[in-house]
C-alpha cells in the first residue's frame, strides 16, 4: 500500500506506539487522525506534525465507551472520509494474579484493547467493504501467544485481539481489506511509570529480548502495511521464541512459568 495522500485513524495516539506510528505514517505523507482520551496529549502531537508539514487532527475520546467510540468514527467519516488504514493501538491494563483483579479492573482489561478495537473495525468496516480496500492493524502482545504467571485478565485481552484479527482475517478474505497482527516484545514508554510493579513481573526469559523505541516499533508497523504483511514480530530474538514455541510449546512455555514472577507465598514456601 502507498501511504502518501492516504487516511489513517490512529488510536492510542496520545503516547507509545500508537503517537510513533501516527507520526511515522505523517511522515510518509499520510492524513492522520488521533485518537486518545488527552486532549492536551493529542493537541499537541498534531500541532507537532501539522508544524513539520503534515496533517493531523486531534479526537479526544473514551473508547472503551462503544457510543463514544462511534461518534468518534462518524466525525472521521463525515470530515475526512472511509480511511485506508486503522491501527488499533489503544490498550491498557495491569499485570495481576486473578485475585488481585476486581471485576472492574478485568472489565477494564477487555474493553481496552479489544472492544475498542472491535468499535472502531466495525465502525470504519463498511466503507473499506464498499471501496474494497484498506489495512487494519492491531497491536498484540506476546502475552496472546504464551501466557506467564501474573497476568491472567491482561493475558486474556490480548488472546481475544489476537482472536479478532485472526477472525477478521478469516471474514475478509478476497474484499482487498488486509489485517496485520503486530507483535512486539518490551518497548520503552510511559507504560511501565505507570504500571508500577508490572515490570518486575517480567519473566527472566523476556529479558533476553532486545528492548524497542516506539518509534523502532513504529517503522517496522509502517513497513507491514507497505508490504501487506498479516503477521509481524519485532524483534527478531522474540520472532524466533515465538516460532519455536509454535513448534514445541511445552519447553518455551516451562521456561516462562520457571522464570516467570512467583507470588510471595509461593516464594516463602521454596526458601
Do not use: C
Amino acid at each position: 500500500m502507498k501511504l502518501a495522500g492516504s487516511l489513517a485513524v490512529v488510536s492510542g495516539a496520545s503516547s507509545g506506539i500508537g503517537e510513533a506510528t501516527a507520526r511515522a505514517l505523517a511522515g510518509k505523507g499520510a492524513r492522520v487522525a488521533l485518537l486518545a482520551r488527552s486532549r492536551e496529549a493529542l493537541d499537541r502531537i498534531a500541532r507537532e506534525i501539522t508544524e513539520a508539514g503534515g496533517q493531523a487532527i486531534a479526537l479526544a475520546v473514551d473508547l472503551s465507551d462503544p457510543a463514544a467510540a462511534q461518534r468518534a468514527a462518524q466525525r472521521v467519516l463525515d470530515e475526512l472520509g472511509t480511511p485506508d488504514v486503522l491501527i488499533n493501538s489503544a490498550g491498557a491494563g495491569r499485570w495481576l494474579y486473578t485475585e488481585e483483579t476486581t471485576p472492574q479492573e478485568a472489565v477494564d482489561m477487555m474493553a481496552l484493547p479489544y472492544f475498542a478495537a472491535f468499535y472502531l473495525t466495525r465502525a470504519f468496516l463498511p466503507g473499506m467493504l464498499e471501496r474494497r480496500s484498506g489495512r487494519i492493524v492491531n497491536i498484540g502482545s506476546p502475552a496472546a501467544f504464551a501466557p506467564w504467571p501474573g497476568a491472567t485478565a491482561y493475558a486474556a485481552a490480548r488472546w481475544a485481539l489476537r482472536g479478532l484479527s485472526e477472525a477478521l482475517r478469516a471474514d475478509l478474505r478476497g474484499t482487498g481489506i488486509g489485517v496485520t497482527l503486530f507483535t512486539a516484545g518490551a518497548v520503552s514508554s510511559g507504560y511501565w511509570e505507570h504500571n508500577a510493579g508490572t515490570a518486575q513481573r517480567m519473566p527472566g526469559i523476556g529479558r533476553l529480548f532486545r528492548t524497542l523505541t516506539p518509534a523502532q516499533a513504529a517503522d517496522a508497523i509502517v513497513r507491514a502495511i507497505e508490504r501487506g504483511q498479516s503477521n509481524v514480530v519485532v524483534p527478531f530474538s522474540l520472532r524466533a521464541v515465538m516460532a519455536l514455541h509454535r513448534i514445541w510449546p511445552w519447553p518455551v512455555q516451562r521456561l516462562l512459568i520457571s522464570t516467570g514472577y512467583r507470588r510471595p507465598t509461593e516464594k516463602a514456601s521454596r526458601s
